[in-house]
């Protein structure tokens, strides 16, 4: 009896986990992605790989976070790796959302990664540095060289 009481406490802490954190987290993967379906993957994989450390993790978002960015740094290597296939059209989204995913799109992972951790989630240095496994200064300086290439791909 007790082992299903403990699966059904998993059950609940995780879809409880999964409804409290998922939006957010898909919205990081998509500008990391570019891709609502490769966010959604990534989200969902993250989420299978964290499910049996839920009920021990002392900040379960920001270890999900980490998750999620290093599953869209393994697609993204995944991608690179792969021969250039047709994309099917993701949903409308509004033009400067377009023009913004483009722009991300064409910077490095770690510059895109740092630039939406930071303004899009607003995450600390010390913690995107976790998640890109660098220094807090190597987080300052992709937060700098992908603001100048932005700006001069938005311009």
């Known amino acids: 009896m007790t082992g299903i009481r403990a699966d059904e406490h998993d059950d609940d802490l995780f879809t409880r986990t999964y409804r409290d954190h998922s939006a ?4 990081v993967a998509y500008l990391l992605t570019g891709s609502q379906e490769g966010a959604e993957d990534a989200v969902h994989e993250a ?4 499910r049996t450390r839920l009920d021990t993790l002392e900040d379960p978002r920001s270890y999900l976070r980490a998750a999620v960015v290093n599953e ?10 792969a021969a250039a296939m047709p994309q099917d059209a993701d949903p409308p989204v509004p033009v400067d959302l377009v023009e913004l995913r483009d722009a991300l799109d064409r910077l490095p992972f770690a510059q895109r990664a740092a630039i939406v951790l930071r303004y899009f989630v607003d995450v600390p240095d010390e913690a995107i540095a976790a998640s890109l496994h660098c220094r807090p200064s190597t ?3 992709h937060l700098r060289r992908g603001i100048t290439t932005l700006r001069e791909a938005l311009a």
């Open 24 to 27: 957010a987290l898909v919205r």
């Open 47 to 50: 989420f299978l790989r964290c």
């Open 72 to 81: 869209c740094r393994s697609a993204h290597r995944r991608l690179r790796r």
């Open 139 to 141: 987080v300052r300086s």
